[in-house]
Structure formats: C-alpha cells, structure tokens
C-alpha cells in the first residue's frame, strides 16, 4: 500500500489485523506482542524532528 501527498510516496507494509508495519517515511518498523499490542516503533528520524515529539534528543 502506498500514499502520495504531493509526489512524495511513502510505502506502507501491514500485520494480518491491518495495523501498520513498516513505513518508508523516517524508516519506521513497528512490532507487535502475540496481541498485537504495539511494543516498539524504530524510526530513522532526524534529532531535530525527534525534538518535536519528544524531549529525550
């Protein structure tokens, strides 16, 4: 699955319940317990966008 906004495309990948995997945008990978509760998101953001959405840059 893909989004274009602009002619910028970002990919997207998704669990068998349809929750997002991986994202192109920033690299994002996210994993998921045997519940599929969301445990972890990786991203390759830039410290300056992490600064943004947390103070831990």
């Known amino acids: 699955m893909s989004r274009n906004e ?4 970002t990919n ?3 669990t068998p319940l349809d ?6 945008e920033f690299n994002e990978r996210y994993t998921y317990d ?3 509760n969301r ?3 990786k991203a390759a953001a830039s ?3 992490q600064r943004l959405i947390s ?3």
């Open 34 to 36: 045997g519940r599929y």
């Open 6 to 9: 602009n002619n910028y495309v």
């Open 12 to 14: 997207f990948s998704y």
């Open 39 to 41: 445990m972890t998101l």
């Open 19 to 24: 929750q997002v995997k991986t994202s192109s």
């Open 47 to 49: 410290c300056r966008f």
């Open 55 to 57: 103070s831990s840059c």
